[in-house]
């Protein structure tokens, strides 16, 4: 096994020192010909920014037709079921299969008087030493009474706040206990614990950093979301004051998110009230695009599970649908995903199964959506339909509810964190010794045999400091194109280096800041370009760097929707570079951090097309990655389930003895 020399590791994970100066568009450089510029156009109309979008777009929507298609031929009971069967199963493999369940350890540790109300707090294990915080919310009259199971938004206080502990007081005002509990990352359950009392993270961020985690890991995010819900059910089905086969759920949106998977893929719940979440992909896409990790499942629109099936996986049992007028996610997909709701209950016998309730409010668990879901459960579960009317409540402060002294189950003796968890997990599938194929099996990366032809066009010339350059747009595949540069080598240079660039922020970072003058002193062929995603190709926006983030975290759920990655998009978009220079002696790859990892793949998958590359050492591996919760990795610098299969270091072995240098420009 070929090994880096530690100095030679020190050296490439110092990043690119290409100086501080920014030009303005236009502005001249030093020296420099003001003809040149690094921007690219429009292509077919579409802006350079708009193109990554636009294409994950396109495969989605056309995925999307596909799924809508299967849906039409639904005629029958034996065609839904066959459906159902069908989805169920991969929606359970893509969050990757569930855990064997192990002894739940429940108790009770503290009980609260409510206003009607009374509350126990409850500790679990949905995984042995993987704790679970909840609150048992119990009416005040004789039990037995059916059980509720209630999954919270992203609340940073999680089942403390205002608007869901008063949801749990009127259902159990009107006779059903309600196990409203801590999601992962909230409330009692912060993966990253602070010393202090103000969390290092808010709920989406902390959701963003263990979502990667798990990607990588080979499993989904919500994949132990959910399975703290079905533990949870697990749990009421034990008490003897509970009603073992009359089950509810709801929550509203990060938890309307929640309840829509469990409703869908656990039999147990009878009734079901998921609010201000469902409104159907194409929707999503077309307004606010892909939320939180847990939202999103890997290739589920490629593999047509859409945001109705969560309610027709269920079908005919009974469904109401909780929407807000003006929330942002969007009433008019909301209004899709019943109507095709409504016409599978219908043909299942059951129209009267499904329903929705729409109230004239931003998005929230409003006290008309809150009494809604009341009077629908309370239907089901109890034969009672009569109206529901919140009266005044007064609630509990947060801190009697914490089912921990400090607040935080990690600072318990033995709580195992998620990060534990995946560390573990991680152990059990690391790879050894993959091969190219199975690399590029599980990367989704192709030969470059078999990628598209790469068509040229040149958009014009130019000369910089005496050197010839064109404008070239290099189309590749329906949708994609790279915006370059494009410099011949000069004629009296003997043996001319051919050169790919691919500086941090993108082809107009390396004319500004000089690193793309220091490859063109030597004479050589260079060409240079943004990656998707990168430099140019990055979507604008106006608010820094954690906007930033935001796009890359964007796009990259876009691609994992469909079935892609980001890494996968850049290595080919590499390799058809490679193939546009066609040297014959290999081609120089000099690159930044940003396009580090994937260039990794291309040179490991085809280093013969390579002289050398010079880059920046991408983190030790994925692996420690997922044991570290320092460590930080870009949303789209990650392989779905790539540890199941490979890690960096394995793509680093592959490539040829000195061809891996550290970076110098």
């Not at 975290?553 to 193939?579: C, D, P, T």
Request: proline share 7%; aromatic share 8%.
């Amino acid at each position: 096994m070929k090994r880096i020399p530690m100095q030679t590791r020190r050296a490439f994970l110092k990043t690119v020192g290409l100086g501080t100066a920014t030009l303005a568009c236009g502005q001249r450089l030093p020296g420099a010909n003001p003809t040149l510029s690094p921007h690219g156009g429009p292509v077919d109309g579409v802006a350079p920014e708009a193109m990554l979008d636009k294409y994950l777009d396109g495969l989605a929507f056309a995925a999307l037709d596909r799924r809508q298609a299967a849906y039409e031929t639904l005629k029958t009971p034996a065609d839904i079921q066959a459906y159902q069967t069908r989805l169920r199963s991969f929606f359970v493999q893509q969050l990757g299969g569930f855990p064997e369940r192990t002894p739940l350890q429940a108790r009770v540790v503290g009980q609260v008087q409510g206003d009607g109300y009374r509350i126990e707090k409850v500790i679990y294990e949905s995984l042995p030493g993987y704790l679970v915080t909840a609150n048992l919310y119990l009416p005040t009259t004789p039990p037995p009474y059916p059980g509720v199971l209630f999954s919270c938004g992203h609340s940073a206080n999680g089942k403390a706040i205002d608007t869901y502990q008063l949801a749990c007081a009127l259902m159990a005002r009107h006779g059903l206990a309600v196990l409203s509990y801590d999601p992962v990352g909230q409330g009692e359950r912060l993966q990253y614990v602070p010393n202090g009392a103000k969390p290092l993270f808010g709920p989406t961020q902390e959701h963003h950093l263990l979502g990667l985690r798990c990607r990588l890991a080979g499993v989904e995010l919500a994949r132990f979301f959910i399975w703290d819900g079905m533990r949870g059910i697990d749990y009421l089905q034990t008490r003897p004051d509970i009603i073992a086969d009359r089950i509810g759920a709801t929550g509203n949106s990060g938890g309307g998110t929640l309840t829509s998977y469990l409703m869908a893929l656990d039999d147990r719940i009878t009734c079901a009230a998921p609010s201000c979440y469902l409104t159907g992909f194409r929707r999503l896409l077309q307004t606010i695009g892909p939320q939180d990790y847990e939202q999103n499942i890997y290739g589920q629109i490629e593999g047509g599970l859409d945001h109705a099936d969560y309610v027709l996986l269920r079908a005919p049992k009974p469904t109401l649908m909780c929407v807000a007028t003006h929330d942002f996610f969007d009433i008019q997909g909301a209004w899709d995903v019943f109507r095709q709701s409504k016409r599978i209950y219908t043909r299942l016998g059951a129209p009267e199964c499904v329903d929705l309730v729409e109230a004239d409010e931003k998005h929230g668990f409003s006290v008309r959506l809150r009494e809604g879901a009341t009077r629908w459960l309370r239907r089901w579960l109890t034969g009672i339909d009569a109206p529901v009317r919140e009266t005044a409540i007064k609630l509990p402060d947060e801190k009697s509810l914490h089912c921990t002294a400090e607040g935080q189950v990690l600072r318990l003796p033995g709580a195992r964190s998620l990060f534990d968890l995946l560390a573990e997990h991680e152990a059990r599938s690391q790879p050894r010794r993959p091969t190219p194929a199975a690399i590029r099996n599980a990367a989704g990366i192709r030969g470059v045999g078999a990628l598209p032809p790469v068509r040229p066009n040149k958009t014009g010339d130019f000369s910089w400091e005496g050197r010839a350059g064109e404008r070239v747009i290099l189309t590749y595949e329906s949708g994609l194109w790279l915006s370059a540069l494009h410099f011949p080598a000069r004629a009296a240079t003997a043996a001319p280096e051919t050169i790919l660039y691919l500086p941090d922020g993108g082809k107009k970072a390396g004319v500004e800041k000089g690193g793309l003058g220091k490859l063109l002193g030597g004479g050589g062929r260079v060409l240079t370009f943004d990656l998707p995603g990168l430099g140019e190709m990055r979507t604008t926006v106006s608010s820094g760097g954690a906007a930033l983030d935001a796009v890359d975290r964007r796009q990259a759920q876009k691609a994992m929707l469909v079935g892609r990655n980001l890494v996968a998009l850049r290595a080919e978009a590499i390799l058809l570079g490679l193939r546009f220079l066609g040297a014959a002696g290999g081609v120089r790859l000099v690159c930044g951090k940003d396009a580090a990892i994937a260039a990794l793949h291309a040179a490991a998958l085809e280093p013969e097309l390579f002289s050398s590359i010079d880059l920046p050492l991408p983190p030790t591996g994925w692996a420690e990655f997922v044991r570290n919760p320092r460590l930080t990795l870009a949303a789209g610098e990650v392989v779905p389930g790539a540890l199941t299969t490979y890690d960096l270091p394995d793509l680093i072995r592959l490539i040829p003895t000195g061809k891996l240098r550290s970076a110098s420009i």
